[in-house]
């Protein structure tokens, strides 16, 4: 997604793949495991919500196979229509801070 961001926030390839790197040394990433994906599908189904709301779905579900206790996202509106009762809560911050990459 780092390089489909309108300019001037948009990444190239190389520093798409920089801010990954940084994000994997601070962050505690984690495989998904199959059932987070049925789970994420049947949300979805329930929901009648098909096309790249799966993508939403599987953060979600992820997280909350992880135990967040937080969400961070700019597009809350999305996440908010998946949640259940063990999500964490879903946070959206006032505005999108400056980008440095």
């Known amino acids: 997604m780092l ?10 390839p190389e520093q798409a ?3 990954v790197r940084r994000v994997r ?4 990433v984690r495989p998904v495991d199959p059932a987070v994906y049925d789970e994420a599908m049947q949300r979805c ?3 009648l919500l098909s096309s790249g709301v799966l ?4 953060h979600l ?3 909350e196979h992880a135990g967040a206790d937080a969400l ?3 597009n809350g509106s999305d996440f908010l229509r998946l949640t259940a009762p063990s999500s964490p809560r879903i946070v959206i911050p006032p505005d999108p801070p400056e980008v440095t990459l």
């Open 17 to 19: 793949l920089q801010v």
């Open 3 to 12: 390089t489909r961001l309108p300019k001037p926030a948009r990444a190239s």
């Open 25 to 28: 040394s601070v962050y505690d």
């Open 72 to 74: 961070v996202t700019f």
């Open 61 to 63: 579900v992820a997280a």
């Open 55 to 58: 993508f939403d779905a599987l």
């Open 45 to 47: 189904t329930d929901r």
